[in-house]
């Protein structure tokens, strides 16, 4: 969605430097933008739990992520992030500058004081980020018991129960989503520096720096994906070649059949 709707228009601000579409526009578009962000961020936090559960409590997965769940939490995370930003937006003023200069009729920007800009800070940074690492480090101190198991029971000579490839496989997916919250925060913490020390004499270029950092970071999950999963391959090759439209293709089982 970012690639689709906000990196177009973000690409006609840059080269137009003017915003000739009026306030309400500007609204919209600033608001699509904050949206995705925080939704990123949900998701985010949401495997983080995912993935706890998943390996801390494997007994439990099954009963505790259901799918009536997960698409409740979805919901909930969309439509908090939505409040959250509409709330923003409409509480900051929008910043025309028609009246200070001949040469533009205006810019899409949304003035924040410094209260809101601290509170998304903590709201949309802070806090998500220290129940994240909280999570992974967890999930990273488990997991390395558990190996220290498996590989005490291939010293003894024991046979590895299925369960023990599962367990794998859940790290495999912590230690990738580590790595993204990881590329997360080196895309994000710039940001937010700028934002709490934002003053009318930043540079341009800098500030264009970091928003588009940002716009970074939502094309590079699906690289750090594709690197790390043969069946994420497999499923966009499937995706893209249309053979997900054959009715053969509900038969597939991407995770065990990757000839």
């Known amino acids: 969605?970012?690639?689709?709707?906000?990196?177009?228009?973000?690409?006609?601000?840059?080269?137009?430097?003017?915003?000739?579409?009026?306030?309400?526009?500007?609204?919209?578009?600033?608001?699509?933008?904050?949206?995705?962000?925080?939704?990123?961020?949900?998701?985010?936090?949401?495997?983080?739990?995912?993935r706890f559960i998943a390996v801390c409590y494997p007994l439990l997965y099954l009963h505790k992520i259901t799918m009536t769940k997960t698409l409740l939490i979805i919901c909930?995370?969309?439509?908090?992030?939505?409040?959250?930003?509409?709330?923003?937006?409409?509480?900051?003023?929008?910043?025309?500058?028609s009246n200070k200069t001949d040469v533009c009729y205006g810019q899409c920007s949304i003035v924040s004081n410094f209260a809101w800009r601290?509170?998304?800070?903590?709201?949309?940074?802070?806090?998500?980020?220290?129940?994240?690492?909280?999570?992974?480090?967890?999930?990273?101190?488990?997991?390395?018991?558990?190996?220290?198991?498996?590989?005490?029971?291939?010293?003894?000579?024991e046979r590895i129960m299925e369960g023990s490839v599962r367990r794998k496989s859940e790290h495999k997916a912590a230690l990738t989503l580590g790595i993204i919250v990881t590329v997360y925060l080196l895309c994000w913490i710039p940001y937010y520096i700028l934002s709490v020390t934002?003053?009318?004499?930043?540079?341009?270029?800098?500030?264009?720096?970091?928003?588009?950092?940002?716009?970074?970071?939502?094309?590079?999950n699906p690289l750090i994906y594709a690197l790390f999963y043969r069946w994420f391959k497999r499923s966009v090759k499937y995706i893209l070649t249309l053979r997900i439209l054959q009715p053969a293709s509900s038969l597939l089982d991407i995770l065990t059949d990757l000839s």
């Open 76 to 97: 909930l995370c969309w439509f908090c992030s939505f409040t959250y930003n509409f709330v923003i937006v409409m509480s900051n003023g929008y910043d025309d500058i």
């Open 118 to 157: 601290l509170t998304d800070l903590f709201l949309s940074f802070v806090f998500p980020c220290i129940g994240i690492f909280t999570l992974y480090l967890k999930v990273f101190y488990v997991a390395h018991q558990q190996v220290k198991v498996i590989n005490s029971l291939v010293k003894f000579g």
């Open 198 to 220: 934002y003053n009318a004499e930043n540079a341009f270029t800098i500030i264009n720096f970091v928003t588009w950092a940002l716009y970074v970071n939502s094309g590079v």
């Open 1 to 50: 969605l970012i690639g689709l709707i906000v990196i177009p228009i973000e690409g006609i601000k840059l080269i137009e430097t003017c915003w000739y579409y009026g306030k309400n526009p500007c609204e919209m578009f600033v608001l699509t933008i904050a949206l995705l962000f925080s939704a990123c961020l949900s998701n985010l936090v949401c495997i983080a739990v995912d």
